[in-house]
């Protein structure tokens, strides 16, 4: 799997998960930029939602917590829900069993 591929796959499911308005052309600092306005409203609207849904993303409690007093912090949640993101594209794409040759006629018999 090519790195703009996985870029366009997390793009994708970033737009879907956060409702990002993402332009034409895809950047990994793009995304960044505005999943970290996001972050930003989130954080806003309340603690116990923001942890809510750092939960639901499998974000680490230990690397939330070690970049809270950091004064870009929206920045570092961004670039952790952005590399979990990567995290969960990139194992799907290893842990998904490829058919073999023989497979497409097992179809046929079920």
């Known amino acids: ?3 703009d591929t996985v870029l366009s796959e997390a793009a994708l499911a970033l737009q ?3 409702g990002l308005a993402l332009p034409g ?3 990994e600092e793009e995304i960044l930029k505005l999943l970290a306005e996001r972050v930003v409203k989130l954080t806003e609207k309340g603690a116990e939602q923001f942890y809510q849904l ?3 993303l499998d974000i680490s409690e230990k690397k939330l917590n070690s970049v809270l007093g950091d004064d870009d912090v929206a920045e570092k949640i961004a670039r952790l ?3 979990r993101q990567i ?4 194992s799907r ?3 998904t ?3 073999s040759v023989g497979d497409e006629d097992a179809d046929m018999r079920l």
């Open 25 to 27: 052309t895809l950047s």
């Open 93 to 95: 794409q290893v842990n």
């Open 1 to 3: 799997m090519t790195s």
């Open 87 to 90: 995290q969960k594209i990139v």
């Open 81 to 83: 829900i952005y590399d």
């Open 16 to 18: 879907q998960e956060w």
């Open 54 to 56: 750092m939960y639901r």
């Open 97 to 99: 069993p490829k058919p």
